[in-house]
């Protein structure tokens, strides 16, 4: 069945660090691609998407590009801020338009 | 304009009893969900719904239950609640399936089952 695999956590960076979070996905077809963000206490909120091969979703500083070659949205970031701390989530949309989630990469920025 | 609400927001139950989840939205969406997210698992989906009146299993569904009476609210019941429940559960919505779709999801349930 479909799957998203990505890194494990936590991931800690200094203010004003580069952040990857790697995110690989296992699917029939040419699913929709998400990512998620999770602040403490509270739901899920939608960061970015992209819906076909070649697109890049942006939104906050945040980007990722539809891989199709090799299966992968990995999240990016410039320079990452304190308040960017949080758990990420990267997710597709499967065949029947149900939402598969990987297992969460949480970050945490130092000042 | 309240989007998705969770009712309640922390739960504390012992094997064996039950419970109702409620979810309610504002926003018209014809599709809700529930997921429940464990440590390291991410959200795994429980039940799902296209519209009033229906319901379908998602990857989870076992030893739960779920009702759309009303198109703004989503049930999610525990018969007999057991520890392998206690969970954090949210909700969500989106106006229709889709791939273009975005889910609003509910700030989550904490449960937990001694």
């Known amino acids: 069945g479909d799957s998203v695999t990505q890194m494990e956590g936590p991931v800690t960076l200094s203010e004003e660090a580069f952040l990857t979070i790697n995110c690989t996905y296992t699917?029939?077809?040419?699913?929709?691609l998400f990512w998620y963000v999770q602040y403490p206490g509270e739901g899920l909120q939608l960061l970015l998407k992209?819906?076909?091969?070649?697109d890049k979703g942006s939104n906050k500083g945040f980007e990722a590009t539809y891989r199709k070659e090799t299966t992968s949205f990995h999240l990016e970031k410039g320079s990452v801020q304190v308040s960017d701390s949080a758990v990420y989530f990267c997710?597709?949309?499967?065949?029947?338009?149900?939402?598969?989630f990987g297992s969460g990469t949480r970050l945490l920025v130092r000042p | 304009n309240a989007g998705v609400t969770q009712t309640p927001k922390f739960r504390v139950l012992k094997t064996g009893q039950s419970m109702t989840l409620l979810c309610a939205q504002d926003m018209n969406h014809e599709y809700m969900y529930w997921y429940r997210q464990d440590p390291g698992m991410g959200l795994r989906l429980i039940h799902y719904?296209?519209?009033?009146?229906?319901?379908a299993k998602g990857e989870v569904p076992d030893g739960y239950n779920v009702s759309r009476l009303k198109k703004q609210n989503f049930l999610l019941g525990l018969e007999s609640a057991a520890p392998s429940q206690t969970s954090v559960y949210f909700c969500?919505?989106?106006?229709?399936?889709?791939?273009?779709?975005?889910?609003?999801f509910g700030p989550g349930t904490r449960l937990t089952v001694l």
């Open positions: 997710a597709l949309m499967d065949s029947s338009y149900k939402l598969i």
């Open positions: 719904s296209v519209g009033e009146g229906t319901t």
């Open positions: 969500a919505s989106s106006p229709l399936g889709g791939r273009y779709n975005e889910q609003f």
């Open positions: 992209a819906t076909k091969a070649d």
């Open positions: 699917a029939t077809g040419y699913p929709s």
